[in-house]
Antibody, heavy 118, light 112 residues
Framework: QVQLQESGPGLVKPSQTLSLTCTVS??????????WSWIRQPAGKGLEWIGR???????NYNPSLKSRVTISIDTSKNQFSLKMMSVTAADTAVYYC??????????WGQGTLVTVSS | QSALTQPPSVSGAAGQRVTISCTGS?????????VHWYQQVPGTAPKLLIY???NRPSGVPDRFSGSKSGTSASLAITGLQAEDEADYYC????????????FGTGTKVTVL
């Protein structure tokens, strides 16, 4: 059974860069059967797709976040990561990493709360 | 603005049947992308309920069923139980957003 665990600072100052890592166990991020995504959810609000990365390193991003977001993959550590630049209070949310099946559905990590505040 | 629209809330008595609609467009559901459904209990991560429009993962009760037609999809819950009280989200992809994933606006199910 695959497990995904998000990690990173829970508090980020405005204008700084948010950095999160997802550690995968029970599967390989190099597997060609899946790809990997980040999703976020502000408190009391809905889900927002941030982007995805394929084992090849190819990426796609939400157009509304594309200018600030980078997703990368580290096959040696079996991890993938999210970096979001120039954060504001609007980026405060629970951030989820997920494994994505080829038909497009998600298997979720437990999520991690990131608060943007000075 | 979400690409997929759901009713904010639905409610029903225990044992009843409720349905949740997920309305999209010709660039997402209508373009042939599969629709998936998730259940989220507050404070926890979403859980896959239906994948590929109408398939239930192992362990999901057959009280839950999904369907898709045209530019919309639906989730039905029959024999509503207290434990079904949660938020439900549909999910697909959108060609007008460079193939980005898109979620529904979410529906709160209340068991009366």
């Amino acid at each position: 059974q695959v497990q995904l665990q998000e990690s990173g600072p829970g508090l980020v100052k405005p204008s700084q860069t948010l950095s999160l890592t997802c550690t995968v166990s029970g599967d390989s991020v190099s597997s060609t059967s899946y790809y990997w995504s980040w999703i976020r959810q502000p408190a009391g609000k809905g889900l927002e797709w941030i982007g995805r990365i394929f084992p090849s390193g190819s990426t796609n991003y939400n157009p509304s976040l594309k200018s600030r977001v980078t997703i990368s993959i580290d096959t040696s550590k079996n991890q993938f990561s999210l970096k979001m630049m120039s954060v504001t209070a609007a980026d405060t949310a629970v951030y989820y990493c997920a494994r994505v099946h080829s038909s497009g559905y998600f298997h979720w990590g437990q999520g991690t709360l990131v608060t943007v505040s000075s | 603005q979400s690409a997929l629209t759901q009713p904010p809330s639905v409610s029903g008595a225990a044992g009843q049947r409720v349905t949740i609609s997920c309305t999209g467009s010709s660039s997402n559901i209508g373009a042939g992308y599969d629709v998936h459904w998730y259940q989220q209990v507050p404070g926890t991560a979403p859980k896959l309920l239906i994948y590929g429009n109408n398939n239930r993962p192992s362990g999901v009760p057959d009280r839950f069923s999904g369907s898709k037609s045209g530019t919309s999809a639906s989730l039905a819950i029959t024999g509503l139980q207290a434990e079904d009280e949660a938020d439900y989200y549909c999910q697909s992809y959108d060609s007008s957003l460079s193939g980005s994933g898109v979620f529904g606006t979410g529906t709160k199910v209340t068991v009366l």
